[in-house]
């Protein structure tokens, strides 16, 4: 007899198999982070029910019974090595086994070359994520996969981790689309990262097996995986316990049940967890700062039979929604808070309804509407103003401290905050990918430890080691949370010490800030979050200032934007609001169409809305084409005038064959370079096409580096589009460094830019075909280039000549200073024309191929709508002289980045945008070193981060908070 | 404390007088064995050299701090490592000065220095002179690299490789617990007396000192059990700090392996060479050409002393530069140099050749030379040497420790696999 125990993220399994191998008994349950109990209750629990397991040999296997499994005696299997075994005892001739845990996702290879993968830092695609995304569209797991069956298409989400996919979720919730779709969409979402982050480029084919919770438990997640693969795979009985019984099989030792069981009551880990002191020395520290916090009170006041003026301000969240009606004197009359269920609209039309039930004399004189839904609700109910975000925090906080210095609002999903200089918005900080760590982080861990968010965050209030978990990712936290347990802490401890983690989080990754003297000592907080007194006193400690939060700080949004519909009414007395009144409400009609643009290459998603009376309202799109029908204009955009002029290299016959380009990374700025070199040189030069999600697919499969940028990623997609073109030669070069431009000490690539042509060399099969031409080259020594290129081509071309190449050489050098200066001109008009319109430039700035269109999403777009003029950065760098930075200047983008914002900070008429791929290292001091060089000059600093898949409503605030912080909106 | 002097763009300078008022020079540690021989070539030359091997969650959370938490890992360890020392109360912080390496190449890392003294400022110790251990960045009218402590500096990096190497060879099957690391202790006292007297890092001095240390090293009785063997690249600091790598060396020795963790010396001549290939690939002057030349010979020369010795007593010696050189060729392109550049898959194939198939490929989160060197050659290696069983793992504040393990684990039972069928 074997008995194989399975300690899981969220769960235990126990099997127990006959000498036959056959399992005899098992048991699931989840543990609730409660390990050393559950699993001395489930031993003594399988001593009394199976006779004669005492003699049998025992193993246990699973990320979270490591250390414990070494303490009590029982051998440990690691869980990969188990499953193994279990499918090659079980399923005998499985190739490939597909497996997803709670944070773990594992693809075994078994036949032709073992190999294992599992999941790297990023738990993307994951048992955690589909319960995140459940959460989210606030259905229980089981209903999901029903939900999802009744599919009618399928959205793009990102799956990397439930940060990303939240912000490409809620926005196609607010628009209205169907949860049935969006279901299927985030199996499709997990299907696509479990099989190009783990599968890495090799081909998953033959007998496929699913095992898991996940897989188990929902059939149309394995219909994802099998239409995906092309494929049936199967999904064994028992399939939850393949761990546990090849940990069992693995297994040699008997053990002592008894003393096991004993010593795994007694487990204490090493016992040292880093801790924080605690957040109160006493229970009268606690009484004071009650105390302190009960005097930022707002009055309120009975809306049934309110006679005078009112003003309704609403708060359509990503998550929630908020809603208030204000007295004239500024009483709460009537407020509400809901859980936005993905339908903002109905949710408006029940809290109207309610107010005009209470009171249908009601005398609205008034109204605001501010948050994600703006657009929508405005459209759709008449409000009378529609305000962004930060506006209608940055009035509430007024209302409690007129010299306010900064606010912060963490709410469910979102971190806002921002810094106040002369009565203005100055400077916003929302959280990003990879910065969770908000309400909802602190809900999903009470309700994984078994206890309502109010009890769980009272339990930290007087904790006496609060444990210290750093801060980072959501799920990761969870291994560390365990592991704090598995040391000794207390369900005290880990409250008090999540609640600090959030602090930290926000402090430290989102805001930067090291102490309160850069935020100023003037502090709001807000939002549903701060309601918790553990965050609230952690806040107050880690920055060592008392701050004001008032007992509606959940209702900050809503406050704030009835508020500002009291400022901008101009007669006080007798205005009227524009807002629905209950005849409109009672034949409310509200109906959605999903389509897709088709008017340019973004393509965007529609989501048409139509109300009553035929009013129409689309939402997802980036610029006003769907609208008016009519082309955006151009000659604002120095972002399509860059297209435009790329797209005029366009393939020339040549005697000599044809060289492929893949359009990605530097090509965005050496295409000019290459096809002049090339064409000269008797080449037919075809690049592939701009990027587009179709292309991103190809190669995808083929992507050996989950945490590599976005851009780099795209590189493979564009290869394999020369490949099924059929081009015999491929041309990308690596090339340590670029030109020479003279703004900083070198001029190197960044390592990724430098040298991706050696992943695509070793990571894609397919260019052994052909001609993979990727020859070292120095563009920065224009007097040896000739010589070196020739001597690396001749290999492919062994009649080229000396002479050819340097006339090709001259004339490609000359190519790209024309490219430059063709560029440079028409930067100068937008500016000119700029100028003597007195429009604002905005000078969006980045790297080359942030130019692409998958990449940059439609931003340059989006913020041309706002009509402003937009610029590049390396328009502006030329006009800035050679100046000192505080780092060390030596990438030639990121040189121009420095330039910019040094010209840009001369300029009264001048903003910078700078765009931000997600995992680029090198940003990450670029981004500190331009906010520093904007900041010293009393610029704002903005900065948009973009990925794979981008939230336009967050760049849209972004945007809009920028302008309306200058006074343009 | 001394007068604070500035050169034109505003950089504090490490001044003489700073020197002759015996300030303290606060450095990182990395390799524990090299630097602490290493020490005591600066203490010989006048600078009260210091490297901080500080460790616990405090050095990540002040790096979390101070550094923008997208930075490397190693440079977040690093600073918080530093500014946590200066914090510490255990130094004058106005008779102490820092120093790091800063190597300029297009990896992040050229950028540490001056991530070091953002952060200073924002900690409040904008006194605290940075000097820059380089070749020809930055320069201190009270730091000189000159070429005897160049000399010297080599000498410490070959002698701990060597002990290095031999402990690793010798502690997981010495039959009496804790002699190798005797032994190392030992050379280490004698080899630093040696340094403070300015001594031994003659070649021929090195070449007396590597025979005796060898073959001090095999008399130590040991009993050759199979074991799990296990090579360990990745990202310099990484790859060698217990800090930054939660003390993976001891980890693999818990789980009953061999490591081997290929030299330092290897990463020199990688540094050096890069200057010759980038002449050899782009076109540059003859001049400097000879002078890297000159240092490579001498680096190879020190290399091949290692390799004699080791060999001479029945150790398995270094790959070879020039041979793991050739052995990348068809992987990677000699002119990858930013970060440990192709030298790291070198490393890789090497260990694979020599039985050190398992293989753990450590960097920092989001490490960009190791989406090319590391992550992106995986594949080829396999195809290359199908024995190859490499895991790539992940460090940064936030990876728990746990599941890198749980990682490691795994790849290990992918070993003990195979050790047991060749057993059998």
């Known amino acids: ?969 | 404390m001394a007068e604070l002097k500035y050169d034109k763009n505003g950089r504090l300078l490490f001044t003489k007088e700073m020197k002759d008022e015996g300030y303290t020079i606060l450095a990182p540690s990395m390799a524990p064995i090299h630097f602490n021989i290493v020490r005591n070539v600066f203490v010989h030359s006048g600078y009260k050299v210091e490297f901080v091997d500080t460790a616990g969650p405090e050095i990540a959370q002040t790096g979390l701090k101070y550094v923008h938490n997208d930075t490397c890992y190693p440079a977040l360890l690093v600073i918080g490592q530093l500014i946590h020392a200066l914090q510490s109360g255990k130094y004058d912080v106005n008779k102490t000065a820092l120093m790091i390496t800063q190597t300029g190449g297009g990896c992040r890392a050229s950028n540490y220095i001056f991530l070091l003294r953002k952060a200073l400022k924002k900690a409040g110790f904008e006194q605290v002179p940075v000097i820059s251990l380089s070749i020809g960045m930055e320069k201190n009218p009270g730091f000189h690299l000159t070429v005897p402590l160049i000399r010297r500096v080599l000498a410490g990096l070959v002698y701990g490789d060597v002990l290095m190497l031999l402990s690793n060879q010798t502690k997981p099957y010495e039959v009496n617990k804790g002699e190798s690391m005797n032994l190392v202790n030992e050379w280490t006292k004698r080899l630093t007396d040696e340094f403070a007297k300015g001594d031994s890092y003659r070649p021929k001095e090195i070449e007396e000192y590597l025979d005796k240390i060898c073959e001090s090293f095999a008399r130590i009785e040991v009993r050759k059990t199979p074991k799990v063997k296990v090579g360990v690249v990745g990202e310099i600091y990484v790859k060698y700090a217990r800090l930054g790598n939660n003390d993976l060396e001891k980890f693999l020795a818990d789980q009953d392996c061999e490591v081997n963790l290929p030299g330092i010396m290897g990463f020199a001549l990688f540094k050096v060479d890069n200057r010759l290939e980038d002449i050899k690939l782009y076109g540059g002057s003859k001049a400097k050409f000879q002078v890297c030349s000159v240092l490579f010979n001498y680096l190879e020369k020190l290399e091949g002393m290692i390799i004699k010795y080791t060999k001479k007593y029945g150790f398995t010696p270094p790959g070879e530069y020039a041979h793991i050189k050739k052995l990348v060729k068809p992987v990677i392109g000699y002119g990858s140099k930013m970060g440990e550049g192709w030298l790291l898959t070198a490393e890789m194939l090497e260990l694979a050749e020599s039985g050190y198939e398992n293989i753990v490929c450590a960097q920092p989160f989001g490490c960009l030379p190791n989406h090319i060197n590391g992550k992106g050659a995986v594949r080829k290696i396999k195809e290359l040497n199908p024995k190859a069983n490499i895991v790539t793992i992940d460090y940064d504040p936030g990876a728990p420790k746990v599941n890198q393990e749980n990682r490691i684990k795994l790849m290990l039972a992918v070993g003990k696999e195979e050790l047991e069928k060749q057993n059998k």
Not at chain 1, 162 to 171: L, M, S
Not at chain 1, 472 to 491: E, H, L, P, W, Y
Not at chain 1, 735 to 748: I, K, P, R, V
Not at chain 1, 775 to 781: A, D, E
């Open chain 1, 1 to 969: 007899m074997k008995l194989g125990l399975d300690i899981g993220s969220t769960t235990i399994k126990c099997a127990v198999l006959d000498d036959n191998n056959k399992l005899i008994y098992s048991t699931y349950q989840r543990h609730y982070s409660q390990i050393t109990e559950k699993i001395g209750e489930i031993l003594s629990t399988v001593k009394n029910e199976v006779d004669g397991v005492e003699n049998a040999t025992v193993a246990l296997s699973g990320s979270a019974g490591m250390g414990v499994a070494e303490s009590c005696g029982i051998d440990f299997v690691q869980e990969v090595y188990a499953t193994r075994v279990a499918a090659n005892t079980f399923i005998p001739g499985t190739d490939v086994v597909i497996e997803l845990g709670g944070e773990d996702a594992k693809i075994l290879f078994l036949s032709g070359g073992l190999e294992v993968r599992m999941n790297g830092t990023c738990a993307g695609g994951t048992g955690a994520f589909i319960d995140q995304m459940a959460t989210l569209l606030n259905v229980p797991l089981e209903e999901l996969d029903e939900l999802a069956k009744k599919h009618e298409k399928t959205y793009t989400i990102a799956s990397r981790c439930g940060v990303f996919a939240k912000t490409d979720i809620q926005p196609l919730l607010n628009q209205g689309a169907r949860k049935a779709d969006i279901a299927e969409s985030i199996f499709n979402a997990v299907v696509s990262q479990t099989v190009a982050g783990l599968a890495q480029g090799r081909e998953i084919e033959g007998q496929v097996v699913y095992l898991g919770g996940p897989l188990t438990f929902m059939s149309e997640l394995r219909n994802c995986f099998d239409k995906t693969l092309k494929t049936k795979g199967i999904c064994p009985e028992n399939s939850l316990y393949y761990v546990a019984c090849g940990a069992a099989l693995c297994s040699s030792k008997t053990i002592d049940f008894d003393e096991v069981i004993g010593k795994v009551k007694n487990y204490k880990g090493a016992g040292n967890f880093a801790f924080n002191p605690p957040l109160f020395e006493n229970e009268e520290e606690y009484n004071k700062f009650i105390e302190r916090h009960n005097k930022a009170y707002v009055e309120t006041k009975e809306l049934k039979g309110y006679k005078g003026r009112a003003y309704i301000g609403m708060d359509s969240g990503s998550t929630t929604v908020k809603a208030v009606v204000l007295s004239e004197n500024c009483e709460l009359l009537y407020s509400k808070y809901m859980q936005s269920k993905g339908n903002p609209v109905e949710l408006i039309k029940s809290f109207l309804e309610e107010v005009y039930e209470i009171n249908p004399e009601l005398d609205i004189a008034s109204s605001a509407v501010t948050g994600y839904g703006e657009d929508i609700i405005k459209n759709a109910f008449s409000v009378d103003y529609g305000i962004v975000e930060t506006i209608a925090h940055f009035t509430a906080a007024k209302h409690f401290m007129p010299d306010v210095q900064f606010v912060i609002d963490i709410g469910g999903q979102d971190i806002k905050c921002f810094k106040i200089h002369n009565g203005t918005i100055d400077n916003l900080f929302l959280n990003e990918a990879c910065s969770s760590g908000c309400g909802s982080f602190l809900q999903t861990f009470a309700n994984a430890l078994g206890y309502s968010i109010e009890d769980f965050a009272n339990k930290g209030i007087f904790a006496k080691h609060p444990v210290d978990l750093g801060s980072r990712c959501t799920v990761f936290m969870n291994s560390s949370v365990k592991q704090a347990q598995k040391d000794g802490a207390t369900i005290e401890d880990i409250s008090a010490g999540l609640s600090l983690s959030v602090v930290k989080n926000a402090l430290y990754k989102v805001i930067r800030a090291t102490s309160p003297d850069e935020l100023g000592r003037r502090v709001v907080v807000q939002g549903g979050t701060f309601l918790n007194n553990a965050v609230l006193r952690a806040f107050e400690q880690e920055m060592g200032v008392e701050v004001v939060r008032s007992n509606i700080a959940g209702l900050m949004g809503a406050y704030g934007a009835a508020l500002y519909s009291m400022e901008k009414v101009k007669d006080r007395e007798n205005s009227k609001s524009s807002i629905a009144d209950k005849a409109y409400l009672d034949n409310f009609v509200h109906t959605i169409k999903v389509t897709n643009c088709g008017l340019c290459n973004n393509n965007c998603r529609l989501t048409i809305n139509t109300f009553s009376g035929g009013k129409k309202f689309i939402a997802g799109n980036r610029c006003e084409r769907p609208i008016t029908k009519k082309a955006p204009k151009n000659d604002r955009n120095i972002f399509s005038y860059k297209l435009e002029l790329l797209s005029q290299y366009k393939p020339v016959e040549g005697r000599r064959g044809t060289i492929g380009i893949p359009m990605g990374l530097n090509m965005y700025e050496l295409l000019p370079f290459w096809w002049r070199f090339f064409t000269e040189l008797g080449f037919k030069v075809v690049h592939s096409p701009y990027s587009n999600r179709k292309i991103y697919q190809k190669g995808q499969q083929t992507i050996p580096s989950d945490t590599v940028c976005f851009p780099a990623k795209l590189m493979h997609g564009h290869i394999k589009w020369l490949l099924d073109e059929g081009i015999e030669n491929i041309f990308y070069p690596c090339m340590s460094y670029n030109f020479d431009e003279g703004l900083g000490d070198n001029h190197y690539n960044c390592p990724v830019v430098a040298y991706y042509p050696e992943v695509i060399k070793n990571n894609m099969k397919g260019i052994r075909d052909i001609n993979f031409i990727m020859p070292y080259l120095g563009i920065h020594r224009p007097k040896d280039f000739p010589k070196k290129a020739l001597e690396s081509l001749q290999r492919y071309f062994p009649n080229l000549t000396l002479g050819e190449v340097k006339a090709a050489s001259k004339a490609a050098y000359k190519e790209y200073e024309n490219y430059f200066s063709k560029l440079r001109i028409r930067g100068d008009e937008i500016i000119n024309e700029a100028e003597q319109n007195g429009r604002e430039i905005i000078v969006l700035s980045g790297r080359p191929y942030h130019i692409d269109p998958e990449i940059n999403h439609g931003i340059d777009k989006l913020i041309s709508g706002f009509n402003v003029s937009v610029v590049s950065e390396d328009v502006v760098s030329a006009r800035a002289p050679e100046f000192h930075t505080a780092v060390l200047n030596q990438w030639t983008y990121h040189a121009r980045l420095y330039a910019a914002a040094n010209y840009v900070s001369t300029r009264d008429d001048m903003q910078l945008v700078q765009l931000v791929s997600f995992g680029c290292g090198v940003d990450a001091i670029t981004t500190d070193e331009v906010r520093e060089i904007l900041e010293r000059n009393n610029k704002i600093y903005t900065q948009i981060k973009i990925d794979e898949i981008t939230n336009l409503g967050a760049v849209k605030i972004r945007i809009r908070s920028l302008l309306s912080a200058i006074g343009r909106e």
